[in-house]
């Protein structure tokens, strides 16, 4: 059953620490998302990226939050100062460029 | 993007067929409508989608008038496990952006 992997699910982390998001996508998926859910905001993308090249990163705050894709199997979001704001579920999504996307389990994100 | 506009929150009768309906007036050519939920905190869980025709799949059936400017989607028996929030996207074809509004909250009661 082919699925999208993030890890960790879980992580808390003191302010000012960096904190890395892992993100394996559907093998064959070309296209690979990141987006960012709190109660406030709702889903918000963040980072879009096909044949690894990124696409659009404007929704990300450029100061503090990178994202890349090594490879095809493998999709990173770093955050480097992390600070209390940036807690929220961080989900990973991939699909092929004109097809359906499919969403990871996220990565929920504590910032203390 | 085209925006959408779907109800915040509906209740529907256990065993009864739940009706989603969703607003996409700015809809263009080549936009496909997408319907995901998401349960809890769980990643957003993929329906079904179409363009112009209507579709039906084992989850869901989408409903989509004939000038695209609104769909709906059906849940023919609804069950407990089905409470959720969906949200209803439009997605180009070429770029594959999606912009989530904040859904509809459906609450399925024995």
């Known amino acids: 059953d082919a699925r999208v992997t993030q890890t960790p699910r879980h992580k808390v982390t003191e302010m000012g620490q960096e904190v890395t998001m892992r993100c394996q996508p559907i093998?064959?998926?070309?296209?690979v998302f990141w987006y960012r859910q709190t109660m406030m905001q709702g889903l918000e993308l963040l980072a879009y990226?096909?044949?690894?090249?990124?696409?659009?990163d404007s929704g990300m705050p450029k100061d503090r939050f990178s994202a890349e894709m090594p490879d095809a199997t493998l999709a990173t979001l770093k955050i480097q100062p992390s600070e209390p704001r940036d807690s929220a579920v961080y989900f990973c999504a991939s699909g092929l460029a004109t097809q359906t996307v499919f969403f990871g389990q996220g990565t929920r994100l504590t910032v203390v | 993007d085209a925006k959408t506009t779907q109800p915040p929150s509906m209740d529907c009768a256990e065993g009864r067929a739940a009706n989603l309906p969703c607003n996409h007036s700015?809809?263009?050519?080549?936009?496909?409508v997408y319907w995901y939920r998401q349960i809890h905190s769980q990643g957003p869980q993929y329906i079904i989608h179409?363009?112009?025709n209507n579709e039906t799949n084992e989850m869901a059936s989408l409903i989509i008038t004939e000038d695209r400017k609104s769909s709906t989607l059906i849940l023919p028996h609804a069950t407990l496990r089905d409470t959720a929030v969906y949200y209803c996207?439009?997605?180009?074809?070429?770029?594959?952006?999606?912009?989530f509004g904040d859904g509809t909250t459906l609450t399925v009661k024995p």
């Open positions: 990226f096909r044949n690894r090249a990124p696409l659009d």
């Open positions: 093998l064959g998926h070309n296209t």
């Open positions: 179409g363009l112009k």
């Open positions: 996207i439009v997605r180009p074809t070429n770029a594959g952006k999606s912009t």
């Open positions: 700015t809809i263009s050519g080549n936009e496909y």
